[in-house]
């Protein structure tokens, strides 16, 4: 019954979320672009592409694979195209709720490992679920740690039973937490999986020696994980020289970080508003990175109870939460600590240590499921005045920290609004604690069933409170205006149309619209990525840029200018050419770019040597605009083309789309090669007559890896819902 209580609650809270006019903003909207984009070529065509197109004259989608799909998204396209869903947004919308269902899932599970009393593992799962804010930064405030109850889960019991399995699954959920999430988080993922590993060993060494039993060794589950990984890594060095890095402070070659970036990156958050923030949701998101990357509040009341756990709770694990908590805080805050971190292997590619307050919470969070459980079964009666002092002395924080904070209150009392911010100081600071404090008095000393009459009372309390917090959030959401609600269609699937050549504003309405609605100043930060739901090729987008095609960053240090001069809005995407002059090296092509000037657009540059390619050259006058051109067939990773070639010799044509080794074409059935163009671009030979040339994507060895990623992902949500099943049909 607690189960399903938890999981309601969470699904209730996210229930004014699935309203149509509300849109995600900043790098939720860019997790929701990319989506869009994997889902919409799915729902076509059974397939996921493996180009993008739009981002920048084409680029691979892997690293959009990697950093921004979940299991949960991979599942909900599933069940998007099973059952012909064509509102995207809401789809994306259901994954996310997914997301935080498998959250509250671990949370309960987790609970119900460590505390004696079952109402305990519920209070959790409601501060948990009601301190989730995901609309605006979905990684660093949700996805951060949306697994890691799981992981904590399967480690505890490992360590408890001595069972190796259990080592094994929480590898395996580690590795679907990476899924989805930056490239770089797997660093932190490695030395907080270290930490709670170390932690629990000290407590638990018997547990230690199972590794040196053979056994341990031929679990299927350690092989599948030893699998999965070597496949991970193998594909993400893979991919990674397909990719050109301009990221803020990174080596561009290693991707580490200075020690200086490493602390500072983004900023710290302030002890004193990072209090202010975990007692009052004041400011409700901290001063840090984007100003919407981290919260912390789960409720008042909790607080009290953390502050409980500490003064009176004791046990191991207690004790593991309590320190990981602490090496968490100094961390974030970048303090001597962070220094000795940042030599841990791995540590020198992550940045944004100022933004791990979301992590830390769960740890709070916890902790105070610990004063709840102590709560519960304590019958001593100077713990339960400590517990009174306590709230008093927190009764009394709002005056002590806001010295106008009760003429504020009186002067918004004519307009008073439970589910106000006033509301919510008045409710958590003074009714709430008079009331929660009288009765716990009452419970513990005069009634004779009074304690769990207190403890429900307390619960109730909290319910509100993260309500009352759930509501200021969602009051702050970016939504569509109502005279602009038209534009939210969208959203809906499209054919993915081939567009001629590139330019600066779209002329189809249906475009127009997801422009209008994706550039407002409300979605803040803006990515190249938004060009896969609008579905238009842009010839130079003035977006937030971070990592380019390898071609088209060399051909920009080249000069800034030859992307749009060359395959930008100045010609066809698609042209012909005779005039052909064969390079061996970027160094060459730079001379020779150089050196053509204004005969450049109408000369074609291969990597090729100068004998090594047909000649096409016939003096004659030639002109690209008169060969019939027709593209029959387009997809992200596939184009068709029919052309009448008139030229005795032939001609070659340039795709001014992203040159990659993996691009394949056939020419009337019959392979032929793709030649690199202007080091940035594609280009094929073409004979003379009727020719219908196919142009796709075949990236061999990575591209199996790819949709092995899907297929893990999928079972994985399907794992976890057995676990789910299980859990509900078992007695509480």
């Avoid at 200021?472 to 205006?481: A, E, G, W």
Wanted: proline content about 5%.
């Amino acid at each position: 019954m607690y189960f399903l209580a938890a999981i309601l609650f969470c699904i209730f809270l996210n229930i004014p979320y699935l309203n149509a006019v509300i849109v995600p903003r900043a790098d939720t909207l860019r997790v929701f672009d990319i989506f869009y984009f994997f889902y919409n070529d799915f729902f076509y065509h059974n397939t996921f592409p493996q180009w993008n197109p739009y981002y920048l004259h084409g680029i691979t989608s892997y690293l959009f694979q990697i950093e921004t799909l979940t299991p949960a998204n991979y599942f909900l396209m599933m069940v998007g195209k099973l059952f012909h869903i064509q509102n995207v947004l809401l789809l994306y919308k259901l994954s996310v709720l997914l997301e935080q269902i498998m959250f509250v899932t671990g949370i309960f599970f987790l609970s119900r490992l460590l505390f004696s009393n079952r109402i305990t593992s519920l209070f959790v799962s409601v501060c948990a679920s009601g301190s989730i804010i995901w609309y605006s930064q979905i990684y660093f405030n949700f996805r951060l740690y949306y697994l890691t109850p799981f992981i904590l889960f399967f480690l505890i019991l490992f360590y408890i039973k001595k069972q190796p399995r259990y080592f094994w699954l929480a590898c395996l959920w580690q590795l679907a937490q990476v899924i989805g999430n930056p490239p770089y988080f797997p660093c932190l993922y490695f030395f907080t999986f270290l930490l709670m590993n170390v932690l629990l060993a000290f407590n638990y060494k018997d547990a230690v020696r199972t590794f040196l039993d053979s056994k341990h060794w031929k679990s299927p589950l350690w092989i599948l994980f030893l699998v999965l990984t070597i496949l991970y890594a193998w594909f993400m060095f893979s991919i990674k020289k397909d990719y050109g890095m301009d990221i803020w402070q990174r080596d561009p070659v290693s991707g580490a970080v200075t020690l200086d970036s490493f602390q500072r990156h983004a900023g710290n958050p302030n002890l004193d508003e990072l209090l202010h923030s975990l007692f009052f949701a004041n400011p409700m998101t901290l001063k840090v990175g984007n100003w919407d990357d981290n919260s912390v509040y789960f409720g008042l009341l909790p607080i009290l109870l953390l502050c409980y756990a500490i003064r009176y709770a004791r046990s191991k694990l207690f004790n593991v939460m309590l320190i990981i908590a602490a090496v968490l805080l100094t961390f974030t805050l970048g303090g001597v600590l962070s220094t000795f971190i940042y030599h841990v292997p791995l540590m020198a590619y992550f940045r944004h240590v100022g933004l791990l307050c979301s992590l830390l919470k769960i740890f709070l969070i916890l902790i105070a499921g610990y004063g709840f459980d102590t709560f519960c079964s304590s019958t001593n009666k100077k713990q339960l005045m400590g517990l009174m002092v306590m709230a008093v002395i927190i009764l009394f924080l709002p005056d002590l920290f806001y010295p106008d904070h009760q003429k504020a209150l009186q002067d918004n009392l004519s307009k008073f609004n439970l589910f106000s911010s006033e509301g919510l100081h008045f409710i958590s600071t003074h009714g709430y604690f008079i009331a929660a404090a009288l009765l716990v008095i009452m419970g513990a000393c005069f009634l004779k069933r009074g304690r769990m009459i207190a403890v429900y009372v307390i619960l109730s309390l909290t319910v509100l409170d993260v309500m009352i917090f759930q509501n200021n959030v969602f009051q702050k959401l970016f939504r569509i205006p109502k005279d602009r609600e038209f534009l939210v269609e969208s959203f809906n699937t499209r054919q993915t149309p081939y567009q001629t050549q590139r330019g600066l504003l779209p002329d189809d309405p249906k475009q127009k619209q997801a422009y209008e609605l994706l550039f407002s100043p409300l979605a803040r930060i803006v990515y190249p990525d938004v060009f896969a739901v609008i579905q238009y090729d842009h010839c130079s987008p003035n977006t937030s840029l971070e990592v380019f095609n390898q071609g088209y960053y060399w051909l920009k240090g080249v000069n800034k200018n030859l992307p749009a001069l060359l395959g930008g809005c100045l010609y066809p995407k698609i042209r012909y050419y005779q005039d052909v002059i064969g390079y061996g090296s970027n160094d060459q092509a730079e001379e020779l770019i150089k050196g053509l000037n204004s005969r450049l657009t109408n000369t074609l540059l291969i990597a090729s040597a100068k004998d090594a390619f047909p000649s096409v050259q016939t003096g004659n006058a030639f002109s690209s605009d008169a060969i019939q051109t027709k593209v029959t067939a387009y997809q992200p990773d596939t184009i068709t083309i029919q052309t009448v070639v008139t030229q005795p010799k032939g001609v070659f044509l340039s795709y001014f789309d992203g040159y990659h080794p993996a691009w394949k074409a056939k020419v009337n059935g019959v392979k032929t090669k793709i030649y690199e163009a202007y080091g940035a671009y594609k280009a094929i030979f073409i004979p003379q007559g009727k020719n219908v040339i196919q142009i796709y994507f075949d990236n061999g060895v990575v591209s199996v890896i790819f949709f092995a990623i899907i297929f893990f992902s999928v079972l994985f949500v399907v794992h976890w819902m057995f676990e789910v099943i299980s859990a509900l049909k078992r007695p509480e």
